[in-house]
T-cell receptor
Framework: EAQVTQNPRYLITVTGKKLTVTCSQN?????MSWYRQDPGLGLRQIYY???????DKGDVPEGYKVSRKEKRNFPLILESPSPNQTSLYFC????????????????FGPGTRLTVL | RKEVEQDPGPFNVPEGATVAFNCTYS??????FFWYRQDCRKEPKLLMS???SGNEDGRFTAQLNRASQYISLLIRDSKLSDSATYLC??????????????FGKGTRLHILP
């Protein structure tokens, strides 16, 4: 089954304790993204990657890191989480190239709900 | 003007009614348009793409008006299962990077029995 998986699905942690949220896709997609979703603010892109070893900042990258060592994996790293990073996080993937071209739908993972105390 | 703007709702609509959402976008160079559906605490999923000629999928009809820079979604004969948040999504192309997808904040729809 074609899918994007994220782990963990739920995480409660404390300020300053480094954490990693994993993301993996089995569709051989070049393009992967991380979003956070907050009430009243909608989905905001944190980082994206157009291919292996190519990553770039989205709209809200502060406090986050990513890596893309393999095509299928795109982990999100919070080196020193803070309470303002409490949010619902989504990983997404699609083929590279113009979104909207036939078959180039963006697929989302199930989400990770993070609480930083 | 926000890049993609939607009425947040909520829209409370009786079952069987017809409901319409609009979404406006600011970048006239936007190239692709979509409606996504998001159920509570779940991931967004593509509902339908929006083409210049308009398109229909069962009870759902999407329209694009490039001159006025808005897209619309019409749901006919609404069902309880249509209750969700509907996200307007616009794809913009840039010179020095791949295209960027901009999400609206979503319109909440509640279908009432």
């Amino acid at each position: 089954e074609a899918q994007v998986t994220q782990n963990p699905r739920y995480l409660i942690t404390v300020t300053g304790k480094k954490l990693t949220v994993t993301c993996s896709q089995n569709m051989n997609h070049e393009y992967m993204s991380w979003y956070r979703q907050d009430p009243g603010l909608g989905l905001r892109q944190i980082y994206y990657s157009m291919n292996v070893e190519v990553t770039d900042k989205g709209d809200v990258p502060e406090g986050y890191k990513v890596s893309r060592k393999e095509k299928r994996n795109f982990p999100l790293i919070l080196e020193s989480p803070s309470p303002n990073q409490t949010s619902l996080y989504f990983c997404a993937s699609r083929l590279r190239g113009l979104a909207g071209a036939a078959g180039n739908e963006q697929f989302f993972g199930p989400g990770t709900r993070l609480t930083v105390l | 003007r926000k890049e993609v703007e939607q009425d947040p709702g909520p829209f409370n609509v009786p079952e069987g009614a017809t409901v319409a959402f609009n979404c406006t976008y600011s970048n006239s160079a936007s190239q692709s348009f979509f409606w996504y559906r998001q159920d509570c605490r779940k991931e967004p999923k593509l509902l339908m793409s929006v083409y210049s000629s308009g398109n229909e999928d069962g009870r759902f009809t999407a329209q694009l008006n490039r001159a006025s820079q808005y897209i619309s979604l019409l749901i006919r004969d609404s069902k309880l299962s249509d209750s969700a948040t509907y996200l307007c999504v616009v794809n913009m192309a840039f010179m020095n990077r791949d295209d960027k997808i901009i999400f609206g904040k979503g319109t909440r729809l509640h279908i009432l029995p």
